[in-house]
Every structure is written in C-alpha cells, then in structure tokens.
C-alpha cells in the first residue's frame, strides 16, 4: 500500500498567485482531511470530506481557500491568492470511516514569499 | 468548544526510563482519542487510537488509556528508546466528527 501520496512536497511561490494542493488517499478509504500546520497554531482541521462530499469547511480560514474532491482517489485545495501568512506545512489524510484512524502524508511544506 | 492540552511540552529522559505524557480535553463527549508521533519535518504516524467505548489499548512498549469522565489520557512509554524521540500528539475526535489536536510533547531521550 502506497500510503497517502501528497504533491508537490514543496512549493514556493509568490503573494498573488495561485497554489493548488494535491492528495491521493489510501484505496478503499472514504473518509478524507486537509490539516495546516505552524509553529503558532499547530495542527489546524481545514476541512474535511466523507464518500466525496464535504462535511465539516468552518476550519477554512476565509474565501481564499477552497478544496474539492472530484472523485475518491483525489482531492484538491487551492488558495488564490496566496498571501505570506498562508506559509505551513499542509497534510493530508484518510481514514476508513470518520471514526477510524487517520493516516498522514508526508505533507505539503508552502512559502509564500 | 472543544479545548486539547498536553503536559509537558518537553521532556528530556536518559535511555531506558519508563515514561508518561498527558493530553487532558475540555469535552467528554468524544468518539475517540488518537495518539501520534511526528518527527521533524515528517508526516504524522498513528499510535494507537481508543474509541471511547474503550480503556486503554496496547501496542508494543505503548499503552494508551482513556478517562472520558475526567477528559484525560495518558501514554505510557515502557524502556524509553533513543529513536522513541519525537513529537507526540494526542487528537480528539468530537462533536461533528471534527479532530481537534494538542500541541503535543517533545520528548528527547538520551543515550
């Protein structure tokens, strides 16, 4: 088993433009997260999605951030546009069931300079 | 709103100590409790997670137990390790179904 596949592992990119995100969960697992996390705040729920449909956005810091999951092998969160505050580490993870265990990816490290 | 707290945010022991990290909640009206451990600029990997039916559960030199009345769990650490230094995270999953993490306890144990 793969694991959670997380891509790109990093990014750099400049205050104005676009980022997506990019996350291919474990085969077979419904339930889906998408994590910040800084040194300030720790680990952040940003949303988080069950059989493709979104359940829980209120972690979503504003409308700058969206994220879908078009399908259950892939999802997707985007900032546009990016703003230097928004420099984290972003995770990914599913699970089998909401209340199952949550396995991480290797994260996606963001600088936006 | 559900709160999480670890104790301590450090710890430093020497190699084959037995050890306890804490996590502490503010709601016990949890589906369950996960433990992780992180290390630096890695991915999360789950420990073990009790559902709050649930006591404790082992895994290893790991045992995880859970007081949903008193909002607390414990991780214990039997022979404490040099590569058992990491991050350690406790998650609660609450109302909504929606994860809400501690800041988690550095440990560092020496060899």
């Known amino acids: 088993d793969a694991g959670v596949i997380q891509s790109p592992r990093h990014e750099v990119t400049e205050m104005g433009q676009e980022v997506t995100l990019r996350c291919k969960p474990i085969?077979?697992?419904?339930?889906l997260f998408w994590y910040r996390q800084t040194m300030m705040r720790g680990l952040e729920l940003l949303i988080y999605?069950?059989?493709?449909?979104?359940?829980?956005d209120s972690g979503m810091p504003e409308d700058r951030f969206s994220a879908k999951m078009p399908n259950a092998s892939f999802s997707t969160l985007k900032i546009q546009p990016s703003e230097p505050r928004d420099s984290a580490v972003y995770f990914c993870a599913s699970s089998l069931g909401q209340q199952e265990t949550q396995y991480f990816g290797p994260g996606t490290r963001l600088l936006v300079l | 709103k559900q709160e999480v707290t670890q104790i301590p945010a450090a710890l430093s022991v020497p190699e084959g100590e037995n050890l306890v990290l804490n996590c502490s909640f503010t709601?016990?009206?949890?589906?369950?409790l996960q433990w992780f451990r992180q290390d630096p600029g890695k991915g999360l990997t789950s420990l073990l997670l009790i559902q709050s039916s649930q006591r404790e559960q082992t895994s290893g030199r790991l045992n995880a137990s859970l007081d949903k009345s008193s909002g607390r769990s414990t991780l214990y650490i039997a022979a404490s390790q040099p590569g058992d230094s990491a991050t350690y995270l406790c998650a609660v999953l609450g109302g909504g179904f929606k994860t809400i993490f501690g800041a988690g306890t550095r440990l560092f144990v020496k060899a």
């Open positions: 085969s077979g697992h419904n339930s």
């Open positions: 709601d016990s009206a949890i589906y369950n």
């Open positions: 999605f069950n059989n493709n449909v979104p359940i829980d």
